[in-house]
């Protein structure tokens, strides 16, 4: 029953900026971790941001904190992820997906959506 559908990817310059939207069903957003996820091609997947919807902590990658920020519109049941100053080393295949375990490792999260490619290039 959980289904998690992303959105927003595309082909964008080094410092610009971009939306992805995460629209989920099947559970409570703010019952469960959400999170987005990407994994560039041969590297492994890594966390980007979690938010806990049951205590809004959010649980920020080391490599985009400061440039990258989760929200979420519980009544719309969407999640986004606000993209900004993007460098080439952000392309890669984004992911979100939830669980119930606190934190924003990947083997943590149970269900997944399709994924959707953001290519940062000039």
């Known amino acids: 029953q959980f289904q998690l559908v992303e959105s927003g990817g595309g082909l964008v310059q080094p410092g610009g900026s971009l939306r992805l939207s995460c629209v989920v069903s099947?559970?409570?957003?703010?019952?469960?971790?959400i999170g987005w996820f990407r994994q560039a091609p041969g590297k492994g997947r890594e966390g980007v941001l979690c938010?806990?919807?049951?205590?809004?902590?959010?649980y920020y990658g080391d490599s985009v904190k400061g440039r990258f920020t989760i929200s979420r519109d519980n009544a719309k049941k969407t999640v986004h992820l606000q993209m900004n100053n993007l460098k080439t080393e952000d392309t890669a295949v984004y992911y979100c997906a939830t669980g119930t375990r606190a934190g924003c490792d990947p083997y943590e999260f149970n269900y997944w959506g399709q994924g959707i490619q953001v290519t940062v290039s000039s």
């Open positions: 938010i806990d919807g049951r205590t809004n902590y959010t």
């Open positions: 099947g559970f409570r957003l703010d019952a469960y971790v």
